[in-house]
């Protein structure tokens, strides 16, 4: 069996090492389009900062590490696919066969038709690369415009408020990270940014930019002219399935593939951020581009490329933030269920927020700010699911009760 895997990210690698231990006879290929040993991107803040070396955003130790394995690596671009005949070319020419292909390509972001924004000194924070050129730049005093405050321009904010940079944050959406947080969180950490000295513009705009002597000047449709020496972009991404052009492979805001994470070819799977895979609370089909889907993800592709049967409930719509030391998170139907219930408890002084969207007396949604010590908890009675009983209605009143409903409810009695 030769197995075939395109992308080399944390949803790629899992899959190789996956497929290696449990499938030990067959060929495992690995296709890094990357010039870079396999990294993460998740570790790119902590190397923005200086926090970690570049060794430290590799997500594996040792140079021969994939070769000691017996998985045969390959820094090449995927550039077809040919359905027909079960071959990926690659942009050296060469042509591997396949019985089984895996995409792992992810995705890349995207700049928004905005006049100037080809100008020097502006830049995504997607690759290693990236990063250099950031870190190039960015620095105490330095101007700095972040356009996006979205799970990804958040994560990035972090890293360029610490590197000592006047900061300001142009977001279009009325509230911050509001792919993931209601009104009132994503209202709460716009406050504390503000509070931590980040300027954050909310249902802003960037119309155009211009450049006077190496200067930037970022003009937005509030009517503010905010001067920049470093503008990074992070407005959104697009899934990495230009090689699929032609394969018939059905792509909508991913790859849309099926529990076994097989797409509608049979023998090609998709894992990680290009996937649109099952999501567990809507049985319906999402992108979940974080990382520990992504390993999930691979894990549970390469059990279904070696034959091994697999039960895949979807994977748990979870995004945890901290933003300038605040933690927020939301989990599954974060926004709440049609017809279902919700509670909630805002602390504004002290940055506390919880809401808790429930299905009957089934949890299946949640926000929360300023509390790290109910996460497990609450991925635990959404995923489990546990019949709250008559904890429902005592979460209703005090929804910061989840702790003790979980034990109650997980020791057999229910109320
Ligand atoms: C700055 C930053 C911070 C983040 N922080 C977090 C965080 O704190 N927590 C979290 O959960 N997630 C975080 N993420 C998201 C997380 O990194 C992604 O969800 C994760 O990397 C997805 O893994 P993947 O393997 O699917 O894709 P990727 O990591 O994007 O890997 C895909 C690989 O495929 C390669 N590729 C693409 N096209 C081809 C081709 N044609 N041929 C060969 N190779 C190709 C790409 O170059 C890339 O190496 C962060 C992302 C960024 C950018």
Redesign the pocket.
Known sequence: MQHVI???????VTAAETLRKIDPESSVTL????VEP?Y???A??YFLIGKVPEQGVYLRKGDNHFENLGINRIQ????SVSVGDNTLTLDNGEKLPYDKLLV????HPIKPPIEGLDRPNIHH??TLEDARNIAKITGEGVDVVLMGAGF?GC??MEALALSGANLTVVEAGDRMVPRMMDQNAGNMIKNWCLEKGVNVLTSARVNSVDETDGKLSVNVDTGDVIQADLIVVATGVRP?T??LDGAGVEIEDGILVDNNLRSSIDNIFA????AQGPDYSTGEKSVH??????VE??RIAAMSMAEKGVDYRGSLNMN?LDTLGLISCSFGLWQGKDGGESAQQIDNENYRYTLLNFDGDHLVGAVMVGRTDQMGIMRGLIMTPVNLGAWKERLMSDPNRVVEAYIDCTRGDGA
């Open positions: 395109v992308g080399a990210g944390p949803s790629g296709v890094d389009g990357e396999p993460g991107r998740m790119i803040p090449a671009h995927a550039e792992a390509s992810g995705s924070c997607w990804i994560i990035i990495n230009d090689f894992a990680g951020d290009v581009a974080v990382q520990p889907t992504g993800h691979g945890v």
